[in-house]
């Protein structure tokens, strides 16, 4: 073998790994170092693997190997890796005349290794160990790990045994580090296990996550708290530590591995909203909008945010973790929907002026970016934008700035107008999925008719409300009916007894209804304000058959009767207001369809209420 041939080739490794830790560099303003080193040290490797496998090259090929493969991590598929892997222990074995045919990568590692026990290459190979590793780690395939390090502690004294657990494993395992200096190494030995134990303790911990054992997740995630790793690796576990806790319920422990996580990261945006989702269990709404503010600025300056630290480590840990189930659990809503959500709690919770602010804010948002769509657990979706819209005016009416939601209601209106069908369309309840007896280009769009409808009708009603308040009974009274006839273009078939059972379909029947008798409130309302009493005695009549929960109809009923002098019947439906009425639930109910905001009527409702006291 040619001294100058293997002095050439190691100047070359060492160059091409020097440059490498230059991370902050690039060539030609487009291509990284990283990309580049890599293409260099595959040259490199193939160079050196198109002679004859001999002795003297073996500790320069397997040192080369193992930086092309770590390199060929962030550029190669892990089959890739693995067949440059593979080739690379057949011709080890073959250059000190030992002969391997397996394929099967854990039998070639086992004859490997025993070959080479107690040899100066042994040294190289623990770093391409690490690489089959890593591979192994990545394809979830927790058993064949086990093994291989069971292989290569074959001799040593606690060796483990395949009861034992694979921490326990990692901590017998004595892995040495190149210890000629003469080839310089992407990423040391020491390095690779470090990042390796903490993978597999977090994939351990998600594998028990994923089959609901909880504890034996805890202990895994809590063994890996106190391994070293990169700043935002190692708060990414603490947050999942918090999850783990979460599902055993125990919420203030959970809580304190999210204040840990934010002590390590304060950017990691997942502890935030994990927190937030604590505190709203714990019905703690400070705190949560809080959480939610904290998270929602730290959005916004996601940009310059990473989750992972680059440069810390050749190999990202998200290479290594490649689980749908912790991307489902570590997903965070977008900036968008973090806003609706504060803006949708400020309303339930009477903080109307703070959710005026955020729906403005979340209206500009949505005007000017295009939302990203975002995986997360639960059914914390952002809304359509019309119904973000309605959710707004509906926000603006209860701060009594009517023309500010007059305005978002007309926009409204002007997006669906053309979108609602003209003539009346069937509902069936008994099919399938939620599907017009209309023809249609498909069933997607005649789904979808069914929100145009709802939509359109809601912003007539909201505009009926708007309207309503500045004593414009008139524009009231006909933007109720435009509401009433928007949903007149829906007929509901085969809506029996069990159609609360029904899934999505009952659900959309149930808003419709509600929707409808709340227009006609609103008209009845504005009817008697008018002086029209028989109209506004027929429609807040139709309206308690579907809304039964606002006092307002029924003291605008009462109030009816009285101006129509049938006195019997207003004290009749005076004491049927004093009796206690059952919750409606509005888990199901939009926002702006939950309550009924505060209607102007020229009645005094507590006078109203002496006068029918005396009279009883």
């Not at 080193?37 to 193992?66: D, F, N, R, W």
């Not at 504890?215 to 530590?241: E, F, I, K, N, Y």
């Not at 680059?310 to 965070?332: E, F, H």
Request: aromatic content about 6%; proline content about 3%; charged content about 20%.
């Amino acid at each position: 073998m040619d001294a100058s041939l293997l002095n050439k080739w190691t100047q070359e490794n060492n160059i091409l790994m020097k440059e490498w830790k230059r991370k902050n560099s690039h060539v030609g303003g487009k291509e990284s170092v990283k990309g580049k080193c890599h293409k260099g040290m595959l040259k490199l490797l193939q160079t050196i693997q198109g002679i004859p496998a001999v002795s003297e090259l073996v500790e320069l090929e397997l040192t080369a190997a193992y930086n092309t493969l770590v390199l060929s991590f962030n550029f190669s598929t892990l089959i890739d890796v693995q067949q440059i892997l593979s080739s690379t222990l057949h011709r080890a074995l073959e250059a000190v005349g030992c002969q391997e045919s397996s394929r099967d990568p854990a039998a070639l590692w086992r004859i490997t290794l025993q070959c080479f026990r107690n040899t100066t290459p042994l040294l190289c190979l623990h770093g391409l160990l690490c690489v089959q590793w890593a591979l192994w780690l990545a394809s979830c395939q927790m058993d064949s790990i086990h093994h291989l390090l069971k292989d290569a502690t074959q001799g040593v004294k606690e060796a483990p045994s395949p009861s034992q657990n694979l921490h326990e494993a990692i901590k017998k395992l004595r892995l040495a580090d190149n210890n000629n200096s003469n080839l310089l190494t992407a990423m040391t030995v020491r390095e690779f296990l470090d990042l390796l134990h903490i993978c597999t303790a977090i994939a351990e911990g998600l594998e028990h996550m994923r089959l609901e054992d909880s504890s034996t997740a805890l202990v895994s995630m809590l063994g890996a708290t106190s391994l070293p790793a990169p700043r935002a690796l190692l708060a990414r576990v603490h947050t999942l530590t918090g999850v783990t806790y979460a599902k055993l319920g125990q919420p203030q422990s959970a809580l304190q591995s999210y204040r840990k996580a934010l002590e390590v990261d304060f950017g990691c945006r997942t502890a935030l909203y994990q927190s937030a989702l604590v505190y709203r269990k714990l019905k703690t709404t400070q705190a949560e909008m809080e959480a939610l503010r904290l998270l929602h600025a730290a959005l916004i300056q996601s940009s310059e945010e990473k989750t992972v630290d680059v440069g810390a480590t050749p190999i990202s840990p998200d290479v290594l973790l490649r689980s749908q189930y912790m991307d489902a659990i570590l997903a965070v809503p977008s900036a968008q929907l973090v806003l609706h959500s504060l803006a949708h709690t400020c309303v339930l919770h009477d903080r109307v002026s703070e959710a005026v602010e955020l729906y403005l804010d979340l209206m500009s948002s949505l005007q000017s970016e295009i939302a990203q769509p975002v995986f997360t657990e639960g059914d914390v979706s952002l809304p359509r934008i019309p119904v973000v819209y309605l959710e707004a005016a509906f926000t603006l009416l209860k701060a009594k700035r009517a023309w500010d939601a007059i305005a978002v209601c007309e926009e409204v209106i002007s997006k669906t107008a053309n979108l609602i069908p003209e003539k009346q369309n069937a509902f069936d309840l008994s099919e399938e999925q939620i599907i017009f007896s209309m023809e249609g280009p498909s069933k997607s769009v005649k789904r979808e008719r069914l929100e145009y409808v709802l939509w359109g009708s809601a912003a007539h009603y909201l505009l009926g409300l708007a309207y309503s308040n500045m004593k414009d009974t008139k524009e009231a009274v006909t933007n109720f009916t435009r509401s009433l006839n928007c949903l007149a273009k829906v007929s509901i078939k085969n809506a029996g007894p069990c159609a609360e059972e029904q899934g999505d379909g009952a659900v959309k029947v149930k808003v419709l209804a509600r929707l409808r008798g709340l227009a006609l409130a609103g008209r009845g309302l504005s009817f008697m304000e008018r002086g029209q009493f028989k109209e506004a005695l027929r429609d807040l009549k139709l309206s308690l058959h579907s809304v039964t929960d606002t006092q307002i109809i029924n003291l605008g009923l009462v109030e009816v009767f009285r101006r129509l002098g049938r006195q019997d019947e207003a004290l009749v439906c005076w004491r049927e207001l004093q009796r206690p009425s059952e919750a409606v639930s509005s888990g199901h109910l939009p926002l702006y369809l939950q309550t009924f905001p505060h209607v102007s009527v020229s009645f005094d409702t507590s006078d109203l209420d002496k006068v029918m006291r005396d009279a009883f």
